[in-house]
Nanobody, 121 residues
Framework: VQLQASGGGSVQAGGSLSVSCAASGRTFSDYTVGWFRQAPGKEREFVAGISRNGVSYYQNSVKGRFTISGDNAKKMVHLQMNRLKPEDTAVYYC????????????????WGQGTQVTVSS
């Protein structure tokens, strides 16, 4: 499976951005996809994910602001980010695994390239 992230960009605090992850090679029907982010000097952290059974999970700090959605037919996962804060600034990565969702980025074996999200105050 090849994953490719797109979207992101720059926005002022309170604004919205979206990132998308496109897969090639297989369907998402039995695949878990997670979004992770990494800010300079910080460890990569879980943001949101959609498990192989379609259940969505979120980091507490983004609940109510971010929405993850999957489209099995198009093999895509979208992350809509609203009410963005400066602390959301990071490089965002999508990652996949052939198992249930994990919050640990080390348990994902397939990664797309990162896409920058910058939120200015």
């Amino acid at each position: 499976v090849q994953l490719q992230a797109s979207g992101g960009g720059s926005v002022q605090a309170g604004g919205s951005l979206s990132v998308s992850c496109a897969a090639s090679g297989r369907t998402f029907s039995d695949y878990t996809v997670g979004w992770f982010r990494q800010a300079p000097g910080k460890e990569r952290e879980f943001v949101a994910g959609i498990s192989r059974n379609g259940v969505s999970y979120y980091q507490n700090s983004v609940k109510g602001r971010f929405t993850i959605s999957g489209d099995n037919a198009k093999k895509m996962v979208h992350l809509q980010m609203n009410r963005l804060k400066p602390e959301d600034t990071a490089v965002y990565y999508c990652a996949g695994r052939m198992s249930w969702l994990s919050y640990d980025w080390r348990e994902y074996d397939n990664w797309g390239q990162g896409t920058q999200v910058t939120v200015s105050s």
